[in-house]
Nanobody
Framework: QVQLAESGGGSVQPGESLRLSCAISSTIKSLSMMRWYRQVLGGQRELVATITGSDVTTYAESVQGRFTISRDSAKNLVFLQMNSLKPEDTAVYYC??????????WGRGTQVTVSS
């Protein structure tokens, strides 16, 4: 069983930045890709960013150019750098690890609130 733990959420004003971290209990190389999702209260979970084992990254159109996903394989960490935050970025952010063999693993989420 792979355990994921997010940290770094908080409350910021529009235009500010946050960096989310995801600590992985297993070696990151055991997972085919890592993703960040977000979910607003009452809404569906939305894919925000993906990074593959080859460090190929993809982003939702709504965060393209503002968010950056990265990983530190030596420390089994994944990050989401969020710049120029907007009120519509307010959500619970979830770290997801996907294995072709074992499926999906999820963290418990971290709240991000962007408000003036």
């Amino acid at each position: 069983q792979v355990q994921l733990a997010e940290s770094g959420g908080g409350s910021v004003q529009p235009g500010e930045s946050l960096r989310l971290s995801c600590a992985i209990s297993s070696t990151i190389k055991s997972l085919s890709m890592m993703r960040w999702y977000r979910q607003v209260l009452g809404g569906q979970r939305e894919l925000v960013a993906t990074i593959t084992g080859s460090d190929v990254t993809t982003y939702a159109e709504s965060v393209q150019g503002r968010f950056t996903i990265s990983r530190d394989s030596a420390k089994n960490l994944v990050f989401l750098q969020m710049n120029s935050l907007k009120p519509e970025d307010t959500a619970v952010y979830y770290c997801n690890g996907y294995s072709y063999v074992r499926g999906d693993f999820w963290g418990r989420g971290t709240q991000v609130t962007v408000s003036s």
